[in-house]
């Protein structure tokens, strides 16, 4: 339903094992898929232990339509997009993205 809603912003929580991070992954491809070389995202979380999930999960849904780079931690879609997976540890990390253009 989140998917499909017309609205500009949805609140989605809950437990572990809700969906959350599949709907952002689902979200995130079809952005991709609409804006092409002008999409460009960052998937950030707290530890790289976390994002080490959220990498396996989207090979599932992505693998059709790009590459994953293991060394930058960078998904390359085959029309452009591009989608950055990081980590922030601290406050102080948040310095290295100031500037940089997301869609």
Same mark, same amino acid.
């Given at each position: 339903m989140a998917l499909i809603s017309d609205t500009v912003?949805?609140?989605f929580g !809950? @437990?572990? !094992? !809700?969906g959350?991070?599949?709907l952002l992954g689902i979200d995130w491809l079809i952005h991709a898929l609409r804006y092409g070389e002008? @999409?460009?995202g960052?998937?950030?979380?707290?530890?790289y232990s976390e994002l080490e999930e959220i990498i396996?999960?989207?090979?599932?849904?992505?693998?059709?339509?790009?590459?994953f780079n293991k060394t930058t931690k960078l998904w390359f879609f085959d029309n452009g997009a &591009?989608?950055?997976?990081?980590?922030?540890k601290t406050v102080s990390d &948040?310095?290295?993205y100031r500037g940089h253009n997301y869609s």
């Open positions: 912003e949805t609140f !809950g @437990a572990r !094992g !809700g959350k991070t599949e002008n @999409a460009r960052l998937l950030i979380r707290r530890t396996d999960k989207t090979h599932q849904y992505y693998e059709h339509f790009g590459k &591009v989608l950055r997976m990081r980590y922030l &948040v310095d290295r």
